[in-house]
């Protein structure tokens, strides 16, 4: 599966912004679709989750700022950041587990900054 993401950028502390990422196949082909972050000297972590069913899972340093959710037509799942704290920041990483393989997008940088 190949994973194009998109969206990452520069914003201010507070702000918002909004990944999204697209597959090669169907969303719904997947197990499980999500989002990871990575910062230097750390291990890729979980931001949000969503499965092939429409559970949704979070990290717990964005409950209640970070939603991921699905577009059956656009074939894409987003990633909206709101109330965006420097700590935010990383390379954000679209993943795709289908048939017990990990898939991975090319990432996109996320900068909170004033």
């Known amino acids: 599966v190949q994973l194009q993401a998109s969206g990452g950028g520069l914003v201010q502390p507070g702000g918002s912004l909004r990944l999204s990422c697209v597959p090669s196949?169907?969303?719904?082909?997947?197990?499980?679709m999500g989002w990871y972050r990575q910062t230097p000297g750390k291990q890729r972590e979980l931001v949000a989750s969503?499965?092939?069913?429409?559970?949704?899972n979070y990290g717990d340093s964005v409950k209640g700022r970070f939603t991921i959710s699905r577009d059956k037509d656009k074939n894409t799942v987003y990633l909206q950041m709101n109330s965006l704290k420097a700590e935010d920041a990383g390379v954000y990483y679209c993943?795709?587990?289908?048939?017990?393989?990990?898939?991975w997008g090319q990432g996109t940088q996320v900068t909170v900054s004033s």
């Open positions: 969503i499965s092939r069913g429409g559970s949704t």
């Open positions: 993943n795709a587990q289908i048939r017990g393989i990990d898939s």
């Open positions: 196949g169907s969303i719904f082909a997947m197990n499980v």
